[in-house]
C-alpha cells in the first residue's frame, strides 16, 4: 500500500469554523488568526463566506476581512459564494483582494439540500452553473463542497450512488475540484471509502478531497482510509472549530493540529509548524472563551508546561 509522501491542508477554520458562532467575532481577531496560520505554514485557507448576513450574520465583514488579510506568496485564498450574487460581492473589491478560489456547495441528501438552501440538488447545480463559468472565465478555481455524503440528519444513511449523481453535475457544471464531506460525522472507515469510490468515478485523484467531522469520533480513521485510497488534501479546522447548523449535535470539524500530529507520525510531510499551528488555535479559541477542541493542542500544551 503506498501512502502520499505530502499531504495538502485546508484550514476551513475563518469561514466553516466560525460561521455559527454567537458571539460576534471581530474581523481585527479573524485576519489574525489567518495571519497565524498562514505562519503556521498553511498553503490553503478558507476566508470567509459571501453570503446574506440574514442567513449568516458571523459572515457580514467578509468584505472588510478580505481587505485586511496580509497575503503570502504561495497561499490560496478561498471564500464561499452560493450564487451570483455572493460572486459579484467577492469581485466587487479591487483585484488584488478578490479571492483564489470560490466554493460552492451541494449536498447528495435531497431533504438537506431543501433543509440548508431551500431548493432541491438540482435546482442548486444550476444556481451554481452561471457563479462556476464567471468564476473561471475570471481565472479563478473552482471547488466544490459535496455535503452529507455519507448521512443526513433528515434521510439517514446516503447511498453512493446518490454521491456519484453529485459528482457527475459537479463536474457537469465546471466545479474543478470536490470536496466528500462527512457532515455531520457519522461516517466509518469503508462507508467514506465508498463515497470516495463513487466520487473518483468522475474526478482525478488529485481533485478530490476529504472533509470530516468527529461527531463519533470517526474523523482521523476516515482519514487513514482515504489516504490508503491515495487521497492526499483534506479540509481540517484549527482547534476543531465549527460544526453545522442544520445538523443537530453535529460536532466541529476534525482539527487540524490532530490531523498533523497524525501525517507527521506517519512520516508524511505537511509543511505545517505543529507549535506554531497549536498557538493559532489557542488564539482563536482565547477569544471564544474556551479550549481548543483538540487532544493534540491540549497534550503538547500540558507538556510544555512540564
Not at 63 to 74: S, T
Not at 133 to 142: D, L, P, Q, W
Not at 233 to 258: H, I, M, R, W, Y
Request: glycine share 10%; hydrophobic share 40%; aromatic share 6%.
Amino acid at each position: 500500500m503506498q501512502l502520499p509522501s505530502r499531504v495538502k491542508l485546508v484550514d476551513v477554520g475563518p469561514r466553516d469554523g466560525l460561521q455559527n458562532e454567537k458571539q460576534a467575532v471581530p474581523a481585527e481577531v479573524k485576519i489574525g488568526l489567518v495571519h497565524r496560520l498562514q505562519e503556521a505554514g498553511l498553503k490553503e485557507i478558507e476566508v470567509t463566506s459571501f453570503v446574506s448576513p440574514k442567513w449568516v450574520p458571523q459572515m457580514a465583514d467578509n468584505a472588510e476581512v478580505m481587505h485586511g488579510i496580509r497575503r503570502q506568496a504561495g497561499v490560496r485564498y478561498s471564500v464561499l459564494t452560493p450564487n451570483m450574487k455572493g460572486f459579484e460581492a467577492a469581485i466587487a473589491a479591487p483585484r488584488e483582494e478578490w479571492p483564489d478560489e470560490i466554493v460552492v456547495f451541494g449536498a447528495a441528501s435531497e431533504a438537506f439540500s431543501q433543509k440548508n438552501i431551500n431548493c432541491s440538488i438540482a435546482e442548486s447545480i444550476e444556481r451554481f452553473r452561471p457563479v462556476a463559468e464567471a468564476a473561471r472565465a475570471k481565472g479563478i478555481f473552482v471547488r466544490g463542497a459535496m455535503s452529507c455524503t455519507v448521512g443526513c440528519p433528515y434521510e439517514g444513511e446516503i447511498a453512493p450512488e446518490r454521491v456519484d449523481m453529485l459528482a457527475k453535475l459537479m463536474k457537469g457544471i465546471g466545479v474543478q475540484h470536490v470536496g466528500v464531506a462527512d457532515t455531520i460525522g457519522v461516517g466509518t472507515p469503508l462507508k467514506v471509502r465508498r463515497a470516495l469510490e463513487a466520487t473518483l468515478a468522475h474526478y482525478g485523484i488529485d481533485e478530490v478531497s476529504g472533509h470530516y467531522h468527529d461527531t463519533y469520533g470517526q474523523a482521523l480513521s476516515n482519514t487513514l482510509a482515504s489516504l490508503e485510497l491515495g487521497i492526499w488534501q483534506f479540509d481540517t479546522s484549527v482547534g476543531g472549530l465549527g460544526g453545522c447548523p442544520f445538523a443537530k449535535g453535529a460536532t466541529g470539524n476534525v482539527a487540524t493540529e490532530d490531523v498533523v500530529y497524525m501525517l507527521h507520525g506517519m512520516g508524511i510531510e505537511t509543511g505545517i509548524d505543529l507549535d506554531q499551528l497549536i498557538d493559532a488555535g489557542v488564539y482563536i479559541n482565547q477569544a471564544l472563551g474556551r479550549e481548543p477542541n483538540s487532544r493534540v493542542s491540549k497534550a503538547i500544551r500540558t507538556k510544555r508546561q512540564g
